[in-house]
Every structure is written in C-alpha cells, then in structure tokens.
C-alpha cells in the first residue's frame, strides 16, 4: 500500500475541497495524451469545492518512478455559490453538482469539439474535454443541496436539501417524479438501492428513513432500539430503556453518507451513538435487507470518535481460508469508514477493521471516493488537498463475481401489489387441494412421505467455512461445527489462541 499527498492546488489556494468523485467507468486508453505515461490503467476524478467550480482530473500511477501523474481535464462554470457534493453517474455519461443555492447541474459528456473562447483566462488551461450544461433538468431546492444519489440505471437523480426535502427528478426530461417535504430536519445523506427498490435518508434528527423510490412514500424508520442487552467495554446497556440509535445535530458534519453494498444485500450507517449512561458509543451500523422489517441494526461496529462518511468497493472478493465469515456473506465486501480525522477499512469476513489510516491532513477530512477497479481510493480534505492511496491489492485477495440475487440470500420485503381477481382465483384451487392432503390422517410410516408439508421460510443464511472455501485437495470438507457469530468480538485487535490481558477496548457489539 502507497500514499501520495501531491502539491496541487486543486482550487485557488487555501480553498477547501467539499466533495470528489471517483468515475466508475473505464478511461479510454486510445485518448490522446500530451504525456505518455507508464500507466496501466487512467482514472478520471471530479472536485468540487468552495470556489463555485467543478473541475474534472485524469490520473494514473507510474510503477516505474513511483509516483502518481495528475493532468487537468476540464473546468465546468455556471454555479453562482459553493458546491457541495458531486457524483458521476453510474454509466459515467453524466456528472452531478449541486450547491448551497440549491440549484442542482447535470453535466453531459460530448464529443463535440471544444471552441476555445478567446477572452478566457490564459493562466488556465483549457479545456480537453467538452461537458456541457443539460438545461433540460432545472432542479431547483429553497435550501443547500446537501447529497445527491444517482439511480442504478442513471435515469433518475434523487436530491437533499436544507429545505427539509428529499426530491427526485428524470434526468431525460428534468420532470419532478415526486418529493417529500415533511422532514424534522434536512437530510445529509442519500443511497440508492443497486436493486432500485429503495431510498435510504440520513438526516440530522437522529432518524434514518427507508423510501419507496416508486411511490416516495416512507416504508419504515430507524430511530431508537429496545431490549438492548449487551456490554460495550466496560458499560452494560439496560434492556428496559429505549436507546436512540444516531448522533444529533451537535455533530459538526456537512455530510452523513450511508451506502449500500454492491450486492444490495447490506446498508452501512454513519453517526451511530449510544448514550449509555454517562458514556457516548459511536461508531457504524450494519443493517441487512431483512432488517428493514425489524427495525433493528444487526451490528455496531464501534468507533472511538463519531463517524460520518461510508463508501463501499465497488469490487467484492473470495473468502478467505481459515478465517471467521462475520455476516455470513458467500465473497467479501470491503467499505471504507471516516471519521474526520482518520479512514478505516473493513470488510464482511471479519469483525475487526483490516487498515487504519490517520493524520494525513492538518484539517479535517471532507470524503473519499473508490476506484472502480477497487484498486485505489482518493481522500479529499479541507485544507485543499487530495491524498491518493493505491496497491490494495494484495490486501484483499482474488476478486469474484456478485451472484444473482436470491431469497436465500436476502430477505426481500413482500410486495405491496394487490392480486387481480384472476390471480386469485387461480390460485384458490391450488390452496384448497393442498389443505385436503393437509388434513389427511398419518396411515403409516410408509406413506407420511406422501403429506405435503410447508416449506420453511427462507432467511440469510450463515456460510460456513466449508460452504464457501474448498480444500487444498478439491474435496470439501465437513464441518464438525457450525461456526457461531460471537455476541461480542474485539475492534482493532486480531483474534488469538492466548488468553487476552484485562485492559480497556472498544468492542463489536451485535445488536440481534
């Protein structure tokens, strides 16, 4: 693993970089480049900052001199105040920017050439690329823009305002499909379900809400806990007492990002905080599909100081040998979690963090974003510079592909349609016959096996490690256990055969 912290100033000097954006799509290799560099792979970024700019990078990391190049790419002008987020879509066509005049833009790549004006400022650049302004879309909030969400197919965009409003519009024709306006308090943080099914909405009144991206209707709200029982180092919680589960407004933060796994199947959430006692928890949640239904995280993986910021690999990978499986998923998913002053990297197969990072920047840490090869990531601070980590290879292993979703898998909530009147009645026969072999008598032994039985219901199940991980020989083998998820598991300390030291320590906590 490689840091690189290069002297650019990305903004006039001294100007805080609000938000980056990584685009997930391949560069062209057959562009034209003044340099050639001995790169293997290019990456194109977006930064946006205070200066009311959206600037587009490309980078790429030379192994032969051991450094990272970083040439501009174009410079996009139009907002009339500072930006605050901005976030390419997911087919890489189109760039999103919005500002705290609550104007949202849509910028599209075009491969028309550029007509350089003469009386632009000489001592920049100019443009290499042509990305132009998409007037059809005129979002317009009465507040900030605080976070935007692309959805999966790129067709929509679903943006947060300080105006209390979650909104999301069509991108092809700028129409506003539908908002909500009824927020407690503006919200910081949206993700869109890799499924399209759902909205997730982080706000600053301590609620997390899950939206029906369809209809923009609330579907369910996490907001407090009960029957928490469990110790968290040395506090123990009281089960009686309802716990709400994230931080307030007292928490200094432009930003709360939530994110989905690439699969779907989990939601990773900033800014939780336990007030148990006289002590603050902080730390992250982990909340499967099926916990929508419950309302309940199924794990807290703690902090010692608030978080704020969680971005998922767009990569998953094998499962390791002869390791623990935490959340019971068939590959791993590696996320990366900030608090404003460090990065943590986890991922699904262990409970404890994989990398730490911290002190990179003097001033607070503003984002990151992962490459789409999940080969690097950048980190964006307010002091107004960009700190490139790279070589994550070897830290995590082969990669794999995400299977196709299924019950087993994930616990999807029952549909709402109704069943027409056909339906219905096609399915009233089935109902009865199948009652009729219900009800009749056990004969004999023999014939019990002819007695339809319902079929269980399906639930995540727990992979175990010869499910997933095949022997040496090519035989699997078989367990002579099944492997239990621990109540309570260390954070920031690996897993040993010796008896631990009685000391102090932040612990995993499963909420279940």
């Known amino acids: 693993m490689k840091t690189y912290t290069p002297v650019i100033y990305w903004f006039d000097k001294s100007t805080p970089i609000t938000a980056i954006d990584i685009q997930q799509v391949d560069v062209p290799a057959k562009k034209t480049r003044e340099v050639e560099r001995n790169c293997e792979r290019y990456y194109k970024l977006a930064t946006v900052g205070v200066q009311e700019l959206v600037r587009i990078w490309e980078y790429c990391f030379d192994k032969e001199i051991q450094t990272v190049h970083v040439d501009f790419i174009a410079q996009l002008e139009g907002h009339n105040k500072s930006i605050n987020c901005c976030k390419f879509s997911p087919n890489g066509e189109m760039l999103a920017s919005g500002d705290s005049d609550g104007v949202l833009f849509i910028w599209q790549y075009s491969d028309e050439e550029i007509h350089v004006d003469p009386t632009i400022d000489l001592d920049f650049p100019p443009n290499k690329e042509n990305w132009k302004h998409n007037r059809k879309v005129n979002v317009r909030h009465s507040g900030d823009i605080n976070c935007i969400a692309w959805s999966p197919d790129s067709r929509y965009i679903a943006t947060g305002s300080a105006d209390n409003t979650v909104a999301v519009h069509d991108v092809t024709n700028g129409h506003r499909l539908w908002d909500i306006r009824n927020f407690r308090n503006f919200p910081v943080g949206l993700s869109w379900d890799p499924h399209g099914k759902y909205i997730i909405s982080c706000s600053t009144d301590r609620r997390l809400d899950v939206i029906d991206a369809q209809r923009g209707h609330r579907k369910r709200e996490f907001f407090t806990v009960t029957g928490l029982k469990t110790v968290i180092g040395d506090v123990s919680t009281n089960p009686e007492v309802p716990y709400k589960l994230f931080h307030d407004s007292q928490l200094v933060s432009f930003t ?31 909340i499967r599909r099926s916990d929508f239904e419950s309302l309940r995280p199924y794990a807290l993986l703690p902090s010692s ?208």
């Open 256 to 286: 709360r990002a939530t994110d989905f796994s690439p699969c779907g199947s989990l939601l990773f959430v900033p800014a939780a905080h336990l007030e148990v006692s006289d002590s603050n928890i902080y730390g992250t949640y982990v």
């Open 305 to 512: 100081k608030p978080t704020v910021f969680v971005r998922c690999s767009p990569i998953v990978y094998e499962l390791l040998e002869n390791k623990e499986n935490f959340l019971g998923l068939p590959y791993r998913v590696v996320f990366g979690v900030l608090t404003k002053e460090s990065i943590t990297i986890y991922d699904t197969q262990h409970s404890s963090p994989i990398i730490y990072i911290d002190t990179l920047h003097y001033q607070d840490i503003s984002g990151f974003s992962w490459a789409p090869d999940g080969k690097n990531i950048i980190i964006s601070s307010w002091e107004g510079f960009n700190t490139f980590i790279s070589d994550f290879e070897h830290e995590f292993g082969k990669r794999t592909q995400i299977p196709e979703m299924s019950d087993e898998l994930i616990n999807v909530l029952k549909k709402t349609k109704k069943e027409t009147k056909e339906e219905k009645s096609a399915k009233k026969p089935k109902e009865e016959k199948s009652a009729k072999k219900r009800r009749e008598p056990r004969r004999s032994e023999k014939n019990s096996k002819e007695i339809v039985k319902d079929e269980p219901e399906k639930s995540t199940p727990k992979v175990s490690k010869a499910e997933t991980t095949p022997s040496k020989k090519g035989k699997t083998e078989t367990p002579t256990a099944t492997p239990k998820t621990p109540s309570i598991v260390n954070f920031l300390t690996p897993k040993s055969t010796q008896k631990p030291k009685i000391q102090k320590r932040i612990e995993t906590v499963m909420i279940e």
